[in-house]
T-cell receptor, first 113, second 112 residues
C-alpha cells in the first residue's frame, strides 16, 4: 500500500541555517504530494503541494520538488527563522488507494536564535 | 464558515462512556475527513465522506467507532464504550479540491 517515510527528528538548527527534511514515498500510481506544518498549539496547515512529477511546490521560503525517479519530496529552506519552529508532515494523496491523505510521522524542527 | 470548526476542543470522559465529537467543515466543501493523532505521531486516517455517504471507512479501528454526516455538512464522530487507548487528538478536515485538506484545531479526548 501507499506510505510516507520522513527523517526522524527532532532537528535543531540555528537561525539562518539551511534546512532539509527528507521525505520518500511508496505509491501504486501517481500521487499528489503535500507538506503540512503544525505550529505549537495550532492545527495542521497546508504548507505546499505538488501534483505531478517535476513540479516544485513553494511557500514562505520553503520548497519541495516532486521527484518520481527517487520517489522523494524533500522539504528545503535556505535560511530558517525562529518562527519556523514546528512539526512538519509529509503527505501523499492517491485515489487508487482510497480517499485518504497518508501522513508521515512528522519531523519536529527547533530553530534557535 | 471561515474555517473548519471542531467542538468541543477538549473532552475528558470516563472509561466505558459514550462520546460525540462534532465537525463543521468549510462551507461548500463536499469532502470531509476524520483523523486521529497520538502524541508524537502523524495523523491516522479514520473515515472519509463525500457528501452524505462514507466513501472510505477503512480506518475506523473497530465497531465502537462510527461517524455520520446526515446533511452533507456537519459531521459527528461517535465513540461507544470508550477505552483509555482512545485518548488522542481527533482531527477533522474538509476539502474542496482533491487532496488539499483544511484542518480544524482538533478535539483532545482524554479517557480516564
Amino acid at each position: 500500500g501507499n506510505s510516507v517515510t520522513q527523517m526522524e527528528g527532532p532537528v535543531t538548527l540555528s537561525e539562518e541555517a539551511f534546512l532539509t527534511i527528507n521525505c520518500t514515498y511508496t505509491a501504486t500510481g501517481y500521487p499528489s504530494l503535500f507538506w503540512y506544518v503544525q505550529y505549537p498549539g495550532e492545527g495542521l496547515q497546508l504548507l505546499l503541494k505538488a501534483t505531478k512529477a517535476d513540479d516544485k511546490g513553494s511557500n514562505k521560503g520553503f520548497e519541495a520538488t516532486y521527484r518520481k525517479e527517487t520517489t522523494s519530496f524533500h522539504l528545503e529552506k535556505g535560511s530558517v527563522q525562529v518562527s519556523d519552529s514546528a512539526v512538519y508532515f509529509c503527505a501523499l494523496f492517491e485515489t487508487n488507494s482510497g480517499y485518504a491523505l497518508n501522513f508521515g510521522k512528522g519531523t519536529s524542527l527547533l530553530v534557535t536564535p | 464558515g471561515a474555517g473548519v470548526s471542531q467542538t468541543p476542543s477538549n473532552k475528558v470522559t470516563e472509561k466505558g462512556k459514550y462520546v460525540e465529537l462534532r465537525c463543521d467543515p468549510i462551507s461548500g466543501h463536499t469532502a470531509l475527513y476524520w483523523y486521529r493523532q497520538s502524541l508524537g505521531q502523524g495523523p491516522e486516517f479514520l473515515i472519509y465522506f463525500q457528501g452524505t455517504g462514507a466513501a472510505d471507512d477503512s480506518g475506523l479501528p473497530n465497531d465502537r467507532f462510527f461517524a455520520v454526516r446526515p446533511e452533507g455538512s456537519v459531521s459527528t464522530l461517535k465513540i461507544q464504550r470508550t477505552e483509555r487507548g482512545d485518548s488522542a487528538v481527533y482531527l477533522c478536515a474538509s476539502s474542496g479540491e482533491r487532496g488539499e485538506a483544511f484542518f480544524g484545531q482538533g478535539t483532545r479526548l482524554t479517557v480516564v
